[in-house]
């Protein structure tokens, strides 16, 4: 685990790029390349939000999840604030032997978990774990096709491991919008990143995962619980610090979970303690609350993707986007004349053809331009030391907002999580894992920044998460099974 705290070198906002900055102060005697940079930069100013902008998104943010939570406004909130049944957090007592499932992209992992004490009688977890790449026909074929691909992967695991003869507890990580009825049993309320199995949505998910172990009859398991991404690295992140009381995931997708107030939630009985409420933001913005944030290029890839119109604030951050929103951009720039002599080879002109992986490598390249040459050769473009320079400041633009919009969102939770307790001053650890956070190499900091910018008043922690996912859903199965044990002993 990896953890950032402190609120050093936090200027406020750029108003522009770094790259840009740089390239603007090198000695250049050519005028046209000057204006040039200057077109390219107009282009690219309105990637670029100012403090006031931010604070809006998070208040606009913070009145949906304010809907969310009310019984009267549920249904039309767009951050839908769905109750997740997890009350308790684990407190390093709960011992045995765990499985996890992980399933939220296009990777599916199967983990065994061993929960124990050391020597010193001190805590430990430890992982053994496979993963497995969903075919496209199991994403979107029937909802039996894909449970029935996830229960032959736990099959072939079990078989590696020696433990098919064992009924082990379960932990489901499901990473996709579910109506929680009990710890155990959810109901999928729409498909995400891609997925589009039919049969499943309206149905309990963790039903059609035991209806497919039944159907193999080669082994048995004990699914005990069911959870969100989101809400398995905040629980793993909190073995680690006992301030963890938010996780969020920034990867093919984005969302984020905390610790609310039981009174505030409405659609669960109860006014006692605290229930973790997964916030499904992805969606914020489905009923225009983004409009006069979202640029040309965002309405092209929500039109163009499998669920035009949905997850539009997710559109705006997440991996699944990132990339192809930046060749958007790159042909915007060709056709003004402005990149590679204003012609675009076939490939770039192929929508998903930039993946987001690059916009990392580029914004890593060490400044010989070696890495952005060699992706841009790989896409069938010749590029000058210009054109590379202007690929760059494209992908930071796109990336920075991307970490400026996801920084409101959170900050949002959790100045609002700070008025619920009515404290002046909170204290808390954020969880934090997926594929964009942990690689590229900027948008950490740039997001920390702004969530520390974004919320004063409050001393914010950053954990990283390994495994947290699946360790986290161990985790929870153990304390679901510990809190089973003790109401059957009462």
């Known amino acids: 685990m990896q953890s950032t705290d402190g609120r050093q070198d936090v200027n406020g906002l750029n108003p522009r790029c770094d790259t840009m900055d740089k390239m603007m102060k090198m000695p250049c005697s050519n005028s046209s390349v000057v204006d040039k940079l200057l077109m390219v930069d107009q282009i690219l100013s309105e990637f670029r939000l ?8 998070m208040k606009r943010m913070q009145l949906e999840m304010v809907k969310g939570l009310r019984l009267e406004t549920h249904e039309e909130a767009s951050v839908k ?3 997740t049944y997890v009350c ?4 390093g007592s709960e011992v045995g032997d765990f499985l996890a499932l992980d399933l939220g992209g296009t990777n599916f992992r199967v983990m065994l978990v061993k929960v124990g004490a050391d020597e010193e009688r001190s805590w430990k977890v430890e992982t053994k774990n496979q993963m497995y790449s969903i075919p496209e026909d199991a994403m979107t074929g029937t909802a039996e096709m894909l449970f029935d691909y996830i229960a032959e992967c736990m099959s072939d695991f079990l078989d590696k491991h020696h433990i098919k003869h064992k009924k082990l507890p379960l932990g489901f990580t499901f990473s996709f919008p579910v109506r929680h009825e009990d710890i155990d049993k959810g109901i999928l309320l729409n498909w995400t990143k891609g997925f589009k199995a039919s049969g499943a949505e309206g149905n309990n998910v963790v039903g059609l995962l035991r209806d497919a172990i039944k159907r ?6 004990d699914v005990v619980a069911m959870v969100n991404d989101t809400v398995a690295t905040m629980i793993s992140c909190y073995y680690e610090d006992r301030s963890c009381e938010v996780g969020m995931i920034v990867g093919t997708g984005c969302n984020a979970c905390y610790m609310e107030e039981m009174r505030t939630v409405e659609l669960v009985e109860g006014e006692e303690g605290r229930m973790c409420v997964n916030t499904e933001w992805g969606a914020f913005g489905n ?17 163009t993707s499998i669920n035009p119109g949905q997850q539009l604030y997710e559109k705006l951050i997440s991996g699944k986007y990132m990339g192809e929103l930046v060749r958007l951009v790159l042909m915007k720039l060709v056709n003004e004349d402005l990149l590679f002599n204003g012609e675009a ?11 987001t992986r690059y916009v990392s490598q580029v914004e890593s390249d060490s400044g010989d331009r070696k890495q952005i040459y060699n992706i841009l050769s790989s896409l069938g473009v010749l590029p000058s030391e210009l054109d590379c320079d202007i690929v760059s400041l494209v992908c930071e633009s796109v990336s920075t907002r991307s970490a400026h919009m996801c920084g409101a969102g959170l900050a949002g939770v959790i100045n609002l999580m700070r008025e619920r307790r009515s404290q002046e001053a909170l204290k808390i650890t954020v ?13 950490r900091d740039r997001f920390h920044k702004i969530v520390w910018e974004l919320a004063p008043d409050c001393e914010i922690t950053f954990i990283q998460s390994e495994e947290g996912s699946g360790r ?8 679901a099974c510990k809190m089973a044990a003790c109401m059957l002993t009462q």
Not at 287 to 301: A, I, S
Not at 345 to 355: I, V, Y
Not at 431 to 443: I, N, T
């Open 50 to 57: 100012n403090k006031e902008e931010l604070k809006e998104v």
């Open 431 to 443: 969880g934090v894992d997926g594929s964009v956070y942990k690689l590229h190499p900027c948008f």
């Open 81 to 83: 604030m769905l109750p």
């Open 472 to 479: 986290g859903a161990a985790l929870i199965s153990a304390v």
């Open 216 to 221: 193999r009859g080669d082994f048995e398991m």
């Open 345 to 355: 080879s076939e490939t770039l002109k192929t929508r998903g053809s930039f993946e």
């Open 88 to 91: 308790s957090t684990p407190e």
């Open 287 to 303: 009923n225009g609350e983004l409009e006069d944030f979202r640029l040309e290029y965002d309405r092209v890839v929500d039109e």
